[in-house]
């Protein structure tokens, strides 16, 4: 949760930190997209080797190392002289991100019970929200007290996360799923013991039996049935992302800009408040997660996203205020209710454990590259075609989302994960 919960933090600090800063270094709106993209692009590439990483050497390999970088990409964007080097900052911040996504919803897979999988992976969607809200308060408090200086501590202010969060993780065992398909039969009874030492050894040897699973070559992936699960994973995260995070990053200059608030302080606290009503939504999903099922709330989630969008650009084109608010209020809720916790569970629930972490970097690093388009594209769109355009577009691509989780789901609900591998063409 505190891994999860340092990610949501650094993604979204430089939403409020954009607001003094583009003042002081009087950005241009491209600037500002370039700086927003680097962080997602650091994502992208972390999310793409770690996955890969993380089936070969273990899950436990890269929970250190991550941390240092977390630590290191905070210190280069608080000391920063220019915008390069802000952005290269910025850049090992988001690789950071990208290694710690498909590393912590695999700890989490793994480690979990079937029966309560669901609301381990609503937990840590949580705690990236608690992240994101964390940061809005931050971010409005050291406006009020430092002015236009406050965008180096608020980027710098991830490093006290970190060193809780390499405390924390110093001592977690390795899986015993991984180390039992890596043929490591007495370490995985050793960590199998060291997360549950009130088994016996007859239990621990059962559970371990259990295991067990099919072994498939990645190439396997583009095959049916499991091409299905693989769409399943890659696509709706996509526009997910297209979606969600361009919002995230913009909304505040956005709410500025439309003069809809009267300074950057409140710009923070909507975003604030928002943020808020997604965690509320994860709140109301987290007992429905392991009843209802993954696909439901996904299902719901994108058409409630859609709605909010929608009510959200009618009210930006009558000029209504309450409209704007009904509408972001809509769409943070629906967000949270669904994709922001059943998009990730299923982009490692639904795959074999050799290639877990593999598939679970993989969709999010795609998932990365919706977020750079809209990073570029968002401030591009909004000055050349209107806002309002921008937004119907948004809940066009949720609609789409929606219709793809729809066409290609495959229900994880209440499953072993291995149970999941041996049934590769089973449906939702």
């Not at 498909?102 to 700890?107: H, K, M, R, S, Y």
């Not at 408090?141 to 405390?167: C, E, F, I, N």
């Not at 009843?291 to 989630?301: D, N, V, Y």
Request: proline content about 4%; some cysteine; hydrophobic content about 55%.
């Amino acid at each position: 949760m505190l891994g999860m919960f340092l990610d949501g933090f650094d993604l979204s600090i430089i939403a409020v930190a954009l607001l003094p800063l583009t003042l002081q270094w009087h950005l241009q709106d491209s600037q500002s997209g370039q700086l927003m993209a680097m962080v997602l692009l650091g994502s992208f590439v972390g999310a793409l080797l770690g996955g890969v990483f993380i089936d070969r050497h273990g899950r436990r390999r890269l929970l250190i190392p991550n941390v240092l970088l977390y630590g290191l990409g905070a210190l280069w964007s608080a000391l920063s002289p220019d915008l390069l080097a802000l952005e290269w900052g910025r850049f090992l911040t988001g690789l950071a991100v990208g290694l710690d996504y498909p590393l912590v919803a695999t700890i989490v897979a793994e480690y979990s019970a079937a029966a309560v999988r669901g609301k381990g992976f609503a937990w840590i969607n949580l705690a990236w929200f608690g992240g994101a809200i964390a940061s809005s308060l931050l971010g409005w408090g050291m406006l009020a007290v430092l002015g236009t200086d406050s965008w180096r501590w608020m980027l710098g202010s991830a490093l006290l996360p970190t060193l809780l969060l390499g405390w924390l993780r110093k001592d977690l065992p390795e899986s015993p799923r991984w180390l039992w398909r890596q043929g490591k039969r007495a370490q995985a009874d050793q960590a199998l013991q060291e997360l549950h030492p009130a088994l016996t050894a007859t239990a621990r040897s059962q559970i371990l039996e259990g295991f067990t699973g099919v072994r498939i070559p990645g190439t396997a992936l583009l095959l049916r049935p499991w091409r299905r699960r693989l769409l399943l994973a890659l696509l709706p995260w996509f526009l997910l992302d297209m979606v969600s995070l361009g919002i995230a990053l913009y909304l505040p200059l956005v709410l500025r800009s439309q003069g809809w608030v009267e300074n950057d302080g409140q710009a923070a606290l909507v975003n604030g408040a928002l943020l808020v009503l997604s965690a509320l939504g994860i709140l109301w999903a987290l007992p429905r997660l392991d009843r209802l099922g993954r696909l439901p709330l996904q299902l719901w989630g994108f058409a409630g996203m859609a709605l909010g969008l929608f009510l959200f650009a009618l009210g930006a084109d009558w000029q209504s205020l309450l409209a704007v608010y009904v509408g972001a209020a809509v769409y943070a809720i629906a967000l949270g209710v669904g994709p922001a916790v059943t998009i990730i569970a299923l982009a490692v629930e639904l795959f074999p454990t050799p290639l877990r972490a593999t598939v679970g970097g993989l969709a999010t690093a795609i998932s990365r590259l919706g977020a750079v388009v809209s990073a570029l594209l968002f401030p591009i769109l909004d000055r050349s075609f209107g806002l309002v355009l921008v937004l119907c577009l948004a809940a066009a691509l949720a609609l789409i989302a929606g219709g793809i989780s729809w066409r290609f789901g495959v229900e994880a609900r209440g499953r072993e994960l291995e149970d999941l591998e041996s049934l590769p063409g089973s449906g939702g």
